[in-house]
Antibody, heavy 116, light 104 residues
Framework: QVQLVESGGGVVQPGRSLRLSCAAS????????MHWVRQAPGKGLEWVAV????????YYADSVKGRFTISRDNSQNTLFLQMNSLRGEDTAVYYC?????????WGQGTLVTVSS | EIVMTQSPATLSVSPGERATLSCRAS??????LAWYQQKPGQAPRLLIY???TRATDVPARFSGSGSGTEFTLTISSLQSEDFAVYYC??????FGGGTKVEIK
């Protein structure tokens, strides 16, 4: 079945970096638009970034532009999010997700906590 | 960056009643609008895409309408499992702040 499994979350100090990964299975990853979406504790959904099926197009929310980088390895069916210069307001559950006209598949999420 | 605004923040509805949720875009998104349902502790679920097309296995009591900057999600007769938070999203971009549908 279609599955997205995130990893790489944890506790990190402000200003440091973290790299999230998302392993995809059960569908043609190399044909799929992929996203990162986050949700701070008790808050709403915040779209973070999107990457086209071949990695040629990438777009970011203003709140992370210049600090986060989305990438993918289609040979390994894996999506990445490199997060640099982390801030307290980046604390959230980060979801890997698939979709072009709406997001139709979500991972279970990985928690990132930015704290000293 | 287009900003999506949802109203109301909370909607109190009795089971069996109709619920109408609104979403407004700061500039036109054409029909590139999706709606999601999220229950506590769960990932969101896609309900509507293209402003009015129901996703797979979504009950017919959910319907979406609108285009440009004004959109509506209607739940025709609320069931117990429909009490949740609902989000709109411009396709591949920003989400609205959400509407919590609670039991009246």
């Amino acid at each position: 079945q279609v599955q997205l499994v995130e990893s790489g979350g944890g506790v990190v100090q402000p200003g440091r970096s973290l790299r999230l990964s998302c392993a995809a299975s059960g569908f043609t990853f190399s044909s799929s638009t992929m996203h990162w979406v986050r949700q701070a504790p008790g808050k709403g959904l915040e779209w973070v970034a999107v990457i086209s099926y071949d990695g040629s197009n990438k777009y970011y929310a203003d709140s992370v532009k210049g600090r986060f980088t989305i990438s993918r390895d289609n040979s390994q069916n894996t999506l990445f999010l490199q997060m640099n210069s982390l801030r307290g307001e980046d604390t959230a559950v980060y979801y890997c997700a698939r979709g072009n006209t709406g997001i139709d598949c979500w991972g279970q999420g990985t928690l990132v906590t930015v704290s000293s | 960056e287009i900003v999506m605004t949802q109203s109301p923040a909370t909607l109190s509805v009795s089971p069996g009643e109709r619920a109408t949720l609104s979403c407004r875009a700061s500039q036109s998104v054409s029909s590139n609008l999706a709606w999601y349902q999220q229950k506590p502790g769960q990932a969101p679920r896609l309900l509507i895409y293209g402003a009015s097309t129901r996703a797979t296995d979504v009950p017919a009591r959910f319907s979406g309408s609108g285009s440009g900057t004004e959109f509506t999600l209607t739940i025709s007769s609320l069931q117990s499992e429909d009490f949740a938070v609902y989000y709109c999203q411009q396709h591949n971009r920003a989400f609205g702040g959400g509407t919590k549908v609670e039991i009246k």
